[in-house]
């Protein structure tokens, strides 16, 4: 298995909703990323895990709440969002070492907040 | 920070021309991938090419770290070529994205 699969693919919510996106891999892979991208913009970093504990949060609201509950799954957790939180998230999985293969992404969860 | 600049920003082709994408990159590292991002939105991998030359069917890549460029050819474009391609390179424990090239392939 080669792939990390996301879900759900398109969520639409309201500002006073709380939703989870879920990300899987079954790669073994140690570290695990979320990445917000705007339109017509590169992939930004929020969050990033090292076996299963936080080492990275760029600074992001506490409305967004990420949750790594095995080595295999990473959640995030939305609530009070904002329409200007409407993007593609973006989830990737990599080895700690990546000098081999780098980092695999998933096809995303398109997010509409109303 | 590394900086990543890739060039040019946007490109339209016609099916079947070859073509060219940059990345420069502002200090060494260790770990490049070529990206390429469907229109629905998939970031597919590429390449992983920290240095050297690789290829995959029409697609191949150059790094050549000690000038901290990378090169990605398309030969042959076809319309399912279309999207976006980023370039990124590994810092401080996170990947680091160019701004990319976008491409349109014309039938």
């Known amino acids: 298995d080669t792939e990390v699969t996301q879900t759900p693919k398109h969520l639409v919510m309201g500002m006073t909703n709380k939703k989870s996106l879920k990300c899987e891999q079954h790669?073994?892979?140690?570290?695990m990323y979320w990445y917000k991208q705007k339109a017509k913009k590169p992939p930004e970093l929020m969050f990033v895990?090292?076996?299963?504990?936080?080492?990275i949060n760029e600074s992001v609201p506490s409305r967004f709440s990420p949750e790594c509950p095995n080595s295999s799954l990473l959640n995030l957790h939305l609530h009070a969002l904002q329409p200007e939180d409407s993007a593609l998230y973006l989830c990737?999985?990599?080895?700690?070492?990546?000098?081999?293969?780098?980092?695999?992404f998933g096809s995303g969860t398109r997010l509409t907040v109303v | 920070g590394i900086q990543v600049e890739q060039s040019p920003p946007d490109l339209i082709l016609q099916e079947g021309a070859n073509s060219t994408l940059r990345c420069n990159f502002s200090?060494?590292?260790?770990?490049l991938q070529w990206f390429h991002q469907n229109p629905w939105g998939q970031l597919i991998n590429l390449f992983y090419?920290?240095?050297g030359t690789k290829q995959n069917g029409r697609l191949s890549a150059t790094t050549v770290a000690t000038e901290r460029y990378s090169l990605l050819y398309i030969s042959s474009s076809q319309t399912t070529d279309s999207g976006v391609y980023f370039c990124?390179?590994?810092?401080?424990?996170?990947?680091?994205f160019g701004k990319g090239t976008r491409l349109h392939i014309l039938p």
């Open positions: 990737a999985s990599s080895p700690l070492d990546r000098e081999t293969i780098g980092y695999t």
């Open positions: 090419i920290p240095s």
């Open positions: 895990y090292s076996y299963e504990k936080l080492s």
């Open positions: 200090d060494s590292v260790n770990n």
């Open positions: 790669m073994g892979h140690r570290a």
């Open positions: 990124a390179v590994n810092g401080d424990d996170k990947i680091i």
